[in-house]
């Protein structure tokens, strides 16, 4: 299985700070169709997840550009500019390019 | 606007099989995707189990192969998870998705005797 490695496992921030999470494959997760199937996800408190970026840069929809993706073949990071109260929670990455798919640990983001 | 609703027993007893309903509206499965059933563990652990495609093809987690099926009515939009064999590492919230755009409220599953 792919292991995704998340850092660091939380954070704590002020409202307009910002913060970079990052994710670190243990196999290159470029596709054989040429795509990189990985995910970042955020779950708010009792919430379901919510997809923020999929193949490493692309903005879900309705996702607010303070969130960016980058990365490529085993490394990747969020990125979360001016961080705003509705952004706390769990992030998690995962990767969907080699089966089992498989998450990260997770990082949660709270308030300092 | 796609949405994905889950139902099914909260509580199983150890030993017996988990059986749980994803009822999709505003899409029709057989159009498209991958229906995925993903849980959460207490705790931030979060594992996907498989998916049952448009097509009817399934992918399973080989972590759970042999306790695992995942099948579909398409009459109904429906599409279900059965894991047998269940122990108390089993308990977790299990979400239906669409991964990973469309995810359902999640439905948490105690597995107790």
């Known amino acids: 299985d792919v292991v995704m490695t998340q850092t660091p496992p939380s954070l704590s921030v002020a409202i307009g700070q910002s913060v970079s999470i990052s994710c670190k494959s243990s196999q290159s997760l470029v596709h054989s169709d040429g795509k990189t199937y990985l995910n970042w996800l955020l779950q708010n408190p009792g919430q379901s997840p919510k997809r923020l970026i999929y193949?490493?840069?692309n903005l879900g929809s309705g996702v607010p550009d303070r969130f960016s993706g980058t990365g490529s073949e085993k490394d990747f990071t969020l990125k979360i500019s001016r961080v705003e109260a509705e952004d706390l929670g769990v992030y998690h990455c995962?990767?969907?390019?080699?089966?089992?798919?498989?998450f990260g640990g997770g990082t949660k983001l709270e308030l300092k | 606007e796609i949405q994905l609703q889950e139902s099914g027993p909260g509580l199983v007893k150890p030993s017996q099989s988990l059986s749980l309903t994803c009822s999709v509206t505003g899409y029709t499965i057989t159009s498209g995707y991958d229906w995925s059933w993903i849980r959460k563990f207490p705790g931030n652990k979060m594992e996907w189990m498989g998916y049952?495609?448009?097509?009817?093809?399934?992918n399973y987690n080989p972590s759970l192969k042999s306790r695992i099926s995942i099948t579909r009515d398409t009459s109904k939009n429906q599409f279900f998870l059965q894991l047998n064999s269940v122990t108390t590492e089993d308990t977790a919230t299990y979400y239906c998705?669409?991964?990973?755009?469309?995810w359902g409220q999640g439905t948490l599953v105690t597995v107790s005797s």
């Open positions: 995962v990767q969907a390019t080699h089966v089992p798919w498989t």
């Open positions: 998705a669409s991964p990973f755009a469309y």
């Open positions: 193949q490493v840069s």
């Open positions: 049952i495609s448009y097509s009817g093809s399934t």
